[in-house]
């Protein structure tokens, strides 16, 4: 079976360009989870997408926006990109939504450099 | 305040040692859920281990187990008979409930093991 997946595995912008950034979860998982992953940092949580729907949102500009498909497939977009925004973005994927010892699956992430 | 804390950038340990990795944690919420991931240099973070906060036993998992203390507020990882293939980033994170029905991790900063032969 196919783990998660994210597309591209490495993108190089500039600034005030816009990305997408797409990920597909495990088969049968319902819910992404978006995380920043700054260099020397542990991943920050974006946003999570469950059923298509938002289900939470971490502490980011309004220049970042996801959505889920009906296939459960997400993407992230990032607008007017800053140097800032260099990081490693992963995505999650996991069965439920919620529930406290729900696993969270991580692909390999996209590795974004803004020059 | 950081919700999850790691003190140590870097650990060494000498191949087929046993080897802590320190977490702290704040949370006022009696129901959290406590995890560890390890990042190889590929960048994909892989599930370790996990403790529920209501969990009497310390869980283990092969050679990982989760030493934790609930009344420091602690969850060190603890990695026995260390394998070259254990050199990594290691992180601790921490769920709580979330009115939302969202289950978004928090993470620590990380520590690198460098297992030597």
């Known amino acids: 079976d196919a783990g998660v997946t994210q597309s591209p595995t490495h993108l190089i912008k500039t600034r005030g360009q816009h990305v997408t950034l797409r990920c597909s979860p495990i088969s049968g998982h319902k819910s992404v989870s978006w995380y920043q992953q700054v260099l020397g940092q542990g991943p920050q949580f974006i946003f999570q997408y469950y059923e298509k729907e938002e289900r939470g949102r971490g502490n980011f500009p309004d220049r970042f926006s996801a959505r889920q498909f009906p296939n459960y497939s997400s993407e992230l977009n990032v607008n007017a990109l800053l140097l800032g925004d260099s990081a490693l973005y992963l995505c999650?994927?996991?069965?439920?939504?919620?529930?406290?010892?729900?696993?969270?699956?991580f692909g390999q992430g996209t590795r974004l450099t803004v020059v | 305040a950081q919700k999850i804390t790691q003190t140590q950038p870097g650990m060494f340990v000498q191949e087929k040692e046993a080897v802590t990795l320190d977490c702290t944690y704040d949370?006022?919420?009696?129901?959290?859920?406590l995890f560890w991931y390890k990042q190889p240099s590929s960048g994909e973070m892989i599930f370790l281990i996990y403790?529920?906060?209501?969990?009497?036993q310390n869980a283990t998992e092969g050679r990982y187990s989760l030493n934790f203390q609930k009344a420091r507020k602690s969850a060190n990882l603890v990695i026995s008979a260390s394998q070259l293939g254990d050199s990594a980033m290691y992180f601790c994170?921490?769920?709580?409930?979330?009115?939302?029905?969202?289950?978004?991790?928090?993470f620590g900063t990380g520590t690198r093991l460098t297992v030597i032969p």
């Open positions: 949370t006022s919420d009696p129901s959290y859920g």
């Open positions: 999650a994927s996991s069965l439920r939504a919620g529930g406290m010892n729900t696993e969270a699956f």
């Open positions: 403790q529920g906060s209501y969990d009497q």
């Open positions: 994170a921490m769920r709580e409930v979330d009115q939302t029905g969202a289950n978004n991790l928090f």
